[in-house]
């Protein structure tokens, strides 16, 4: 098959394992990010498959139109970026390994990472340092202060793990089914939001973004946070609710670590988020490790291989491949 992968920035998979699995396929490295789907469409015109780097390219109807050739989007995860009706109305199988069970361990090693480098001032530190200065401020232990996680799932659970091996104190918030599942594991939950956000010396963020998330945090939330209270966000922008954390980071009273940002590649420099002193900001590198890239795309090429087989797996909109559901 004519397999294209998009927005592998640092071509990084030719180096990895998992790329053998594609020996027998035509295959074509697209190494930057393109958004008009004009430039797209010309660019996959003869493409039969098109691997993505999660939600790096919105997947539209209007590129879905210009791609008769297209038969398979192979990904892993969840796949809010791609319109999945316009998918199956030109017959393109989209196949995405959910992995459940299967949390991202990188993620959860970025959020403690955020967590660490905040309170100890790290890039501030090592800034000052090969600026021919000494010690800049002095930062803060996290060994007893409560870390409250939102979200009850696997990425939450194993940054959990972490933090309760440093010595922190956990608690919990959730949907209402998340809130009950924790309360029947034995864990933690707060008496209530308000007293959840009040009573964190940081919150981390641990959502998929679904229509019923979408702007889960809202003002209120944020500022019933305490002062110099901590917000940790790996999981998506969209979670908060538009310009709230970018109005009470401007206000100079809580902290923030951000991985994720409304608008992807973000290179405005004068965004708040990027320049505030109290943000410390990552270019959404959550999931972004050679090993964490071979895991997902081993899982990706045997979708692509199971497809030209004429065996696809983890199909999203089956009715594609079987139409008559016989």
Known sequence: MKVHILDDWFDTLRSLPCYAKLKDHDVTVWRDHVEDAGE?????????????????????????????????????????????????????????????????????????????????????????IRSGNWQMGVGRSLRGRTLGLYGYGRIAKAVAGYAEAIGMQIQWWSSDAGRERAKADGVHVAECREAFFGTSDIVSLHVRLKPDTRGIITAEDLAAMQPRALLVNTSRSGLIAPGVLEAEVERGRIFAAVDVFDTEPLTDVANPLLVHPNVLPTPHI?????????????????????????????????????????
């Open 40 to 128: 797209l469409a010309r660019r996959l015109e003869e493409a039969e498959a098109v691997v993505l780097f999660r939600e790096r390219t919105k997947i539209t109807a209007d590129l879905l139109d210009r791609l008769p050739n297209l038969k398979l989007i192979s990904q892993r995860s969840v796949y809010p970026h791609i319109d999945v009706d316009a998918c199956t109305r030109n017959g393109v199988l989209l196949c995405s390994n959910m992995h459940a069970g299967t949390p991202s361990y990188a993620a959860a090693e970025l959020t403690l990472a955020l967590i660490l480098a905040s309170y100890r001032q790290i890039p501030e530190q090592v800034a000052s």
């Open 286 to 326: 959550g999931y972004v490790t050679e090993d964490e890239f071979d895991l997902q795309f081993s899982d990706i090429f045997d979708q692509v291989n199971a497809y030209a087989l004429g065996e696809p797996i983890h199909m999203i909109n089956a009715e594609v491949w079987n139409p008559t559901g016989s």
